[in-house]
């Protein structure tokens, strides 16, 4: 008669089972143990991001430092009124008109008006030549109301046969009480970086500025560094540009970001000064003669 399995394990049986068990647990833990550290050690080598690469010469030639104080009439030498309108509803119709030169400032001018297939424009003053690593600042106060943009910055483009690299310094006028930055590297952007101030940009004239080095850019408000970027957070930009101030305000896409242009028509934006210092010299800036404006005593 064929044995029948009772489903009962004698005691010696299961001293052996619990035995390999045991055994069996503590060569997994060990190998565990010996494999895991080896795998934390090739997961950190994989995760660690690519050294970025050398700097090339640039293949144009870079403009030298320069300091301007704005003040008096337009010189064609230096800087270029922008007459045109790019084929995007994104930017206004540029008008040489939007640009106003004062005594000791130009006004950038914002406009709702129809214009062939724009509603929107705007002023924007460029200097002349292409700029590199160095330290760029304004001293400037940006138009208020909703859907305005101010701004000073570095640009390259598609539209001008350049890879689009970028550097911004932007004001939100709907915002006054805050800083937008931005970056792009050959059109890839780091995307919006919103700054807190703790005055209204639009009542006084305050100085903004950014250091671009080949590896990081470092973003200054009355000489205090209010925010800094490397090429580990994204890749940084190499490519010489443009340097111009604008204000403007774009059509429906840029409404979540910029607001409605509910704007008071006519709006301004003052520029006093415009400096770039390249790395290396010790040349004057609008820096060195500018006071920022003294904050008055909160009454008690």
Known sequence: MAKRNTGMVKPFEAVKVGAFAL??????????????????????????????????????????????????????TDWYISDFSYPSDAHPAWLAERVHFLEDRIKLEVRRERLGDKNISGGEYQ??????????????????????????????????????????????????????LNYFANYDGIGSIYVPLDFDTTKAAHLYAFEWEPNEIR????????????????????????????????GPAQYDWHGRPNFKNGTTADVFCLSYQATGDTTEQCSDTFEPPVSKPKKK
């Open 23 to 76: 055994v069996a647990a503590l060569t997994i833990g060990l190998l565990a143990n010996a494999v895991g550290p080896q795998r934390d050690a090739e997961e950190a080598v994989e995760a660690e991001p690519e050294p970025p690469p050398p700097v090339t010469p640039p293949t144009r030639e870079v403009a030298p430092s320069f300091v301007h104080h704005f003040g008096g009439p337009h010189d064609d």
């Open 127 to 180: 200097r002349r030549g292409f700029y590199h690593f160095g330290r760029y600042e304004v001293v400037m106060i940006p138009a208020p109301g909703s859907g305005t943009v101010s701004a000073m910055f570095t640009h390259t483009d598609a539209y001008f046969d350049d890879p689009h690299d970028e550097i911004d310094i932007e004001f939100l006028g709907g915002n006054p009480r805050q800083l937008h």
């Open 219 to 250: 973003w200054y408000v009355d000489d205090k560094m209010i925010h800094r970027s490397t090429w580990a957070d994204h890749p940084i930009p190499r490519t010489p540009g443009r340097l111009m101030v604008h204000a403007w305000s774009g």
